[in-house]
């Protein structure tokens, strides 16, 4: 009688192959030879009448088939992993890998003490952290979840608010010595102002401000405008070149210090929304259950 499950080894090199991202990156990892995980995805293929990667000499591509079945064989594999730890009686000492992704606010201010937490606490389980401003395909790119900034469009991924991060208007004590301070919104119009050009449209992101109980965005110009990484203005700024917009948990420290001085205190109340999401359909791991759960009690309020 053949087995039912024998290709769950060509399903694990197929996970392998997507994950390094070329055959040879897989067979180098898995210390075989291309030709044999070439083989492999081939019987899988074959077996399944589908194509799950698109193949080229560069580069490997999931079609639509792939990304389906690559989400659900991950999902099994994490089951299979869940059901042979609690066999074997290791339900206590959580252990397992998550992969999330961060971006460069979260992941240089708010998340390390976090993680450096949670680690000690689950020293068995491997985090796999991605700190980037690139909004990452959770399904395609393999990853566990993701903090995003901002309200969730309707993209069918499960979202859970972290918080309401406050921003707020700082100046280095040199540039202000300088410049002055600005008291109102018409005198900041005169003032060195530090945007950030919004990757999503590539315009300058409007800086936000509550004036006599009313929401307004403010458009900054300036001859200096920041992309790509919007921790590059909190850098501008400390370096004395102008003012600039971000959020209060960022600069808090450096306000505290002298090395930053807040302006404009009576426009402040405006927030963005930070997040933590994952696929809707996907099993979560117990590790990254608990990773969830540890950053929502843990995100100061």
Not at 77 to 99: D, P
Request: aromatic letters at 6%; hydrophobic letters at 40%; charged letters at 20%.
């Amino acid at each position: 009688m053949s087995r039912r499950f024998d290709h769950l080894g060509d399903v694990e090199v197929f996970i392998r192959v997507v994950e390094q991202g070329t055959v040879s990156a897989a067979a180098v990892a898995l210390a075989t030879t291309p030709s044999v995980l070439s083989r492999a995805l081939s019987r899988l293929e074959s077996r399944l009448g589908v194509q799950l990667l698109r193949r080229t000499t560069r580069k490997l591509s999931l079609t639509d088939a792939g990304k389906l079945y690559l989400e659900q064989m991950r999902s099994a594999f994490t089951r299979i992993e869940e059901a042979e730890r609690n066999i074997r009686g290791q339900e206590g000492e959580l252990s397992g890998g998550v992969r999330l992704s961060v971006p460069t606010t979260y992941g240089h201010h708010r998340l390390p003490p976090m993680l450096s937490a949670f680690t000690r606490q689950f020293p068995a389980v491997r985090v796999e952290l991605s700190i980037t401003n690139r909004n990452v395909d959770l399904v395609a790119e393999g990853y566990d979840l993701a903090i995003r900034l901002g309200h969730l469009p309707d993209s069918g991924l499960v979202g859970r608010k972290l918080e309401d991060a406050r921003l707020c208007l700082v100046a280095s004590p040199a540039y202000l010595a300088r410049a002055g301070v600005p008291t109102t919104l018409e005198t900041l119009r005169k003032h060195v102002c530090l945007p950030f050009i919004m990757p999503s449209s590539g315009k300058i992101g409007p800086w936000l401000f509550c004036l006599d109980g009313k929401n307004i965005e403010w458009l900054p110009q300036a001859n200096v405008q920041v992309s790509d990484d919007v921790l590059g203005i909190v850098s501008l700024a400390e370096s004395g070149l102008g003012i600039c917009q971000t959020y209060d948990f960022i600069v808090r420290s450096k306000v505290q210090s002298g090395q930053l001085v807040e302006i404009l205190p009576a426009l402040s109340g405006r927030s963005r929304p930070f997040s933590i999401i994952y696929p809707p359909h996907r099993q979560l791991s117990a590790a990254s259950r608990a990773l969830i759960e540890f950053i929502l009690d843990n995100t100061p309020s």
